[in-house]
């Protein structure tokens, strides 16, 4: 599969997981301060997103070693989102239903460079030049 077509899927997935970070969120801010809201479902939503860009993005099986590494993946997005949902709320007095909507668009290059590395990454190291030869 090509790059190109990899981050068509990336972005179907990424709209798919936006709705259901999107939904947690406006549900959880009923009970919780909107930082708790976008922390909690940014956490659940990246659970999802994990599978399907498993099977739908890059067509890979998910291992236990992918699954704990995948989270590093979100890092950067979790820092410019959470980043941007303080300053867009906080600072420019945006709407906090809105902001995690914007401030998620400035992650989507970062994210999806981050995710093919680790999500294509062999399970199993290649072996050594000296192994290899014999």
């Not at 801010?29 to 399907?52: D, K, N, Q, R």
């Not at 809105?98 to 999806?112: D, E, H, Q």
């Not at 399970?123 to 050594?128: I, R």
Request: charged share 10%.
């Amino acid at each position: 599969m090509t790059v190109s077509a990899q981050l068509v899927r990336f972005a179907v997935v990424g709209a798919v997981n936006t709705g259901t970070y999107y939904g947690l969120y406006l549900l959880l801010l009923h009970w919780l301060p909107y930082i708790a809201a976008h922390v909690l479902a940014f956490a659940l939503s990246m659970t999802g997103s994990f599978f399907l860009n498993s099977y739908f993005t890059y067509r890979t099986r998910p291992t236990w070693r992918k699954f704990l590494l995948f989270p590093l993946t979100n890092a950067a997005n979790f820092v410019i989102t959470t980043g941007g949902v303080y300053l867009l709320v906080d600072l420019a007095g945006f709407s906090d239903r809105y902001a995690p909507l914007v401030a998620a668009a400035a992650a989507i290059p970062i994210t999806f460079v981050v995710s093919r590395t680790i999500m294509l990454r062999p399970d199993t190291p290649p072996p050594k030049a000296a192994e290899r030869v014999g």
